[in-house]
């Protein structure tokens, strides 16, 4: 079965560095997606990507933030500058060519801060 | 931001009995519903979905019930089975016009299946 992979599962990074967080999403699916989940709360929305654009970003999603599609097989989450309060899990989702809101979800990242 | 409310952090059943996992939304703009399963070191996994027209939909031991005027879903799982054991997460979006399907998620429930 087609999966998202991300890496890598688990990034220690200092406060203010910026870190880049990888994914793959299922090949031919063509709306990209970030969540998050911090430490015993809600899987949170972060920003929704289609035919190489934002389409739609949460007030998460703040200047710190960035996705970019480099090639025709990742899709990237940078982090320019690190706060604590960013430790969480990082999750990746991608839908195919129709709209699909049961989309499929990556075993995410566990980015801590320190 | 509580759109979307599990106010059942866990739930205990015995294998074979039913669960039933209650979800509640604020939002009266959702018009899609959807319950994800997650286990440990794993992300959110697509169970079953309903839409707003609808107030039932099942599919196989999965269940989701709708009720509008209550702002109110709820997922039964019969028979229930110790695979089932995971983290439930109710979630919503509003179709069409702008959405390019992004969900709100309820907090979870950790449902526990004893053999």
């Known amino acids: 079965e087609p999966e998202v992979t991300q890496t890598p599962s688990h990034q220690v990074t200092q406060m203010g560095q910026e870190v880049i967080l990888r994914c793959v999403p299922i090949s031919n699916h063509l709306y990209f997606y970030w969540y998050r989940q911090i430490l015993g709360q809600k899987v949170e929305f972060l920003v929704s990507f289609y035919n190489n654009e934002i389409s739609e970003k949460s007030e998460i999603f703040d200047d710190q933030f960035s996705v970019e599609r480099p090639d025709g097989s990742n899709f990237t989450l940078k982090i320019r500058s690190t706060k604590l309060e960013d430790s969480a899990m990082y999750f990746c989702?991608?839908?195919?060519?129709?709209?699909?809101?049961?989309?499929?979800f990556g075993s995410g990242t566990r980015l801590t801060v320190v | 931001d509580q759109q979307v409310k599990q106010n059942s952090p866990s739930l205990s059943v015995q294998e074979g009995r039913i669960s039933i996992l209650n979800c509640d939304y604020t939002?009266?703009?959702?018009?899609?519903f959807l319950w994800y399963k997650k286990y440990p070191a794993e992300g959110p996994t697509f169970l079953i979905s309903?839409?707003?027209?609808?107030d039932k939909n099942e599919d196989g031991r999965f269940t989701v019930f709708l009720n509008k005027s209550a702002k109110h879903l709820s997922l039964h799982i019969v028979p229930s089975q110790p695979g089932d054991s995971a983290v439930y997460f109710c979630?919503?979006?509003?179709?069409?016009?702008?959405?390019?399907?992004?969900?709100?998620f309820g907090q979870g429930t950790i449902l526990t299946v004893h053999p």
């Open positions: 939002n009266s703009m959702f018009d899609y």
């Open positions: 989702a991608s839908s195919g060519l129709v709209l699909n809101y049961g989309y499929t």
């Open positions: 979630a919503a979006t509003k179709t069409g016009g702008t959405s390019y399907g992004k969900l709100t």
């Open positions: 309903i839409s707003s027209i609808k």
